[in-house]
């Protein structure tokens, strides 16, 4: 994890470390697949914001897709993370 307190913490990256590796520690693989799979399509559903939200004002579909990004990059860390330890 983040041994060095110099290091930049995301606190989202304690969420999505929950949710990523924490919640699917004891699933067999048909669950972690399904649960892996969900993710997957959960953040690409959100990336369509012109279909979540039509006619939307640009400031929010920027927010959203801002918000999409974030949880995009705290997973790779996360993941990346995950790896070295």
Known sequence: MH???TDSIDPLDDIVREL???RTA???AKRLAAFIDGWGSLLRLLD???LLL???P???TEALQAVVGRIRESQARVLDDDDDV
Do not use: H, I
Request: net charge negative; aromatic share 0%; charged share 35%.
């Open 54 to 56: 039509p006619g939307a």
């Open 3 to 5: 041994d060095d307190p």
């Open 20 to 22: 990523l590796l924490e």
């Open 58 to 60: 640009e400031p929010l």
């Open 26 to 28: 004891n699933l067999d």
């Open 48 to 50: 369509r914001t012109n």
